[in-house]
């Protein structure tokens, strides 16, 4: 599905909060589907707004697919439950294994040359914060007894 979706604040909150929204609905058995909601939910910030929005939610169990256009960066193993392009910019949330599959993402990027800016440790919430002359990416994964959800998002370091 492609979409439109301006840059505002508000509209890249939307964007931004559509994983947690997504997760936070998926076992609610009141609403029809958590991925038709969060579907309908964008597509009426788009019918408001004018950016290039490509977004996929798999909540069912099949997984989502990364976005159209995502970088050659490695990805967390798992099951990617949602994945969101807008314009260059590019957002999954992934299920994993456990935290050593979460941090060994973070290990292949450094690999290939990403250098860490800026890495925080809350116990059940770590972030990192890296960067090359091409991306800038913000990595954290969050640990809770449904399990360990890893959030990525790459930008263009240009813009």
Avoid: H
């Avoid at 590019?90 to 292949?108: G, P, W």
């Avoid at 925080?120 to 990595?139: P, R």
């Amino acid at each position: 599905m492609t979409l439109q979706l301006s840059r505002s604040p508000r509209a890249l909150a939307l964007v931004g909060a559509i994983p947690i929204l997504a997760m936070t609905i998926a076992g609610c058995s009141l609403v029809p589907s958590p991925e038709s909601i969060v579907e309908r939910v964008v597509e009426e910030a788009a019918n408001q707004t004018g950016e290039d929005i490509d977004l996929d939610v798999g909540l069912s169990g099949d997984g989502a697919s990364l976005p159209e256009g995502w970088p050659d960066l490695p990805v967390p193993e798992g099951n990617v439950v949602s994945a969101i392009r807008v314009n260059d910019s590019f957002s999954i949330s992934v299920e994993v294994a456990d935290e050593d599959s979460a941090r060994a993402t973070v290990d292949e990027l450094q690999g290939l040359g990403f250098e860490v800016t800026s890495e925080t440790d809350f116990g059940q919430l770590k972030g990192v914060m890296l960067t090359s002359d091409e991306w800038s990416i913000v990595y954290g994964w969050t640990v809770s007894d449904d399990g360990i959800v890893v959030s990525y998002t790459v930008s263009s370091a240009a813009g």
